[in-house]
């Protein structure tokens, strides 16, 4: 990846740029290619015999943190420079006064896409309300944002396989839809806060800002920007979580798990979300983790439900949300998640 | 005398672009008083979906991320 970021007076022509991110494309590719040999040789160094629990332990380690943070730059960055062709504005336009049941399924699609923080989920939440875009539907957007998270869906193509990515894609994208439905039939509009069914009544027109269209470099800037800044919150979590599941690697005994996790305890299933909501961490911190009890013999559904309760239902998100929302409309709204990720885990443990 | 407010709940970002346009402001010259807007109705109801927003004598310029540099004096000298 490119590391030019001090600010320049005359701005590069986007052809440079082009050309650096082409550059850096095909460095990235080349590094990647030789990983597996890398990490071998460095552990190889190691006076720590290869096939000890430890030697197990420190290969998986020395492999997968390389590998992740290199799937993960290339990913922000690439996601970056796409989320820049949305924003919240016209996410909104497309959303107002649509009817519920195909604005949900957008809404969830348009959640991935849409350049989102969560400090301003409460200006969203109001902007999206306040305009005419139902009440089910904004639901389905901040259910999905960040449930489906692309560094979670990239990790899970490069530590577990594609089809679980998809399969955690297609279910992550269902429970918003489904999710935000269900609370959109309950017409739970007046358990808003007061202060929120003010402006939602139309007592101010909010103002946009006019667009105007970015040129490309900005365009890679942003994919820059969303680079520094997701790596500088998760490369810790990255390294505690690996470190976590090369411990479990080369460590906990499979049988153990199989017990505990494998697909005849009913009860994996709500355990694992009862574990997985109050946990909170970014989706990067839980992959490796998945990884390795995936590895162990847990079932692929007690593991899905254990991250998907991690990833989506987090304190933090809930505590903001208080601002808008009464706390039986957040119960409701935490209950109807629970209940579509306990379904995508027993769905799962009963099909594989 | 501009007026420029930047909306936003008190995040890092908020903090950087309050500072970045009080430094704008200083090299122009131009008198500018920089208000930070931190309570969440308020926000909502100047139309900032995303912050941190930046409006000037009343009109938004900008919401969502850090602004480019390139464009503040723009918006302090119109």
């Known amino acids: 990846m490119t590391m030019l970021s001090s600010p320049h007076p005359q701005p590069r022509p986007a052809w440079q740029w082009t050309a650096a991110v082409v550059v850096g494309a095909v460095l990235w590719w080349l590094l990647y290619r030789q990983l597996p040999a890398l990490s071998q040789a460095l552990v190889g160094l190691l006076p720590v015999a290869p096939d000890s629990h430890l030697g197990a332990a420190l290969a998986f380690f020395f492999y997968d943190v390389p590998k992740v943070m290199m799937l993960l730059a290339l990913i922000v960055f690439a996601m970056g420079v796409v989320r820049s062709f949305f924003s919240p504005e016209q996410t909104r336009a497309l959303l107002a006064g649509r009817r519920e049941g195909v604005a949900n399924v957008m809404a969830a699609g348009l959640g991935v896409l849409t350049p989102f923080c969560s400090c301003s989920a409460v200006p969203l939440f109001i902007g999206f309300v306040s305009a005419g875009v139902p009440l089910g539907v904004t639901f389905s957007f901040l259910i999905a944002a960040p449930m489906v998270n692309e560094v979670a869906l990239i990790l899970l193509i490069g530590l577990v396989g594609w089809q679980v990515a998809a399969v955690y894609l297609g279910f992550g994208l269902g429970i918003a839809i489904v999710a935000g439905w269900v609370i959109g039939r309950l017409h739970l509009e007046g358990w808003l806060q007061d202060w929120v069914r003010d402006i939602h009544s139309g007592a101010a027109t909010p103002g946009t800002v006019e667009g105007t269209a970015l040129s490309w470099p900005e365009r890679y800037r942003r994919g820059l920007d969303a680079l520094c800044e997701i790596f500088a919150k998760v490369w810790l979590w990255i390294l505690l979580g690996i470190g976590m599941g090369a411990a479990i690697h080369g460590y906990v005994p499979q049988s153990l798990l199989e017990r505990i996790m494998g697909a005849d305890a009913w009860w994996s299933v709500p355990a694992a979300v009862v574990l997985g909501v109050p946990m909170y961490t970014n989706a990067a911190g839980v992959i490796p983790i998945v990884e390795a009890l995936l590895g162990k013999g847990a079932a692929l559904g007690t593991v899905l439900a254990f991250m998907m309760s991690v990833i989506a239902l987090s304190l933090p998100e809930m505590i903001i949300l208080r601002q808008v929302l009464t706390t039986r409309l957040i119960a409701v709204f935490i209950g109807v998640v629970t209940a579509g990720i306990l379904g995508v885990g027993f769905l799962f443990n009963a099909l594989f | ?78």
């Not at chain 2, 908020?14 to 930070?36: D, P, Q, W």
């Not at chain 2, 919401?63 to 503040?72: F, N, V």
């Open chain 2, 1 to 78: 005398m501009k007026d420029v407010k930047i909306y936003g709940p008190g995040c890092k970002r908020c903090e950087t672009t309050a500072e970045m346009m009080r430094a704008a402001a200083a090299e122009l010259g131009i008198e500018a008083t920089v208000e930070k807007v931190t309570d969440m109705a308020a926000i909502a109801r100047a139309g900032v979906m995303s912050t941190p927003g930046i409006s000037v004598d009343g009109k938004l310029v900008h919401a969502g991320g850090l602004p480019d540099p390139a464009k503040l004096a723009g918006w302090l000298q119109d």
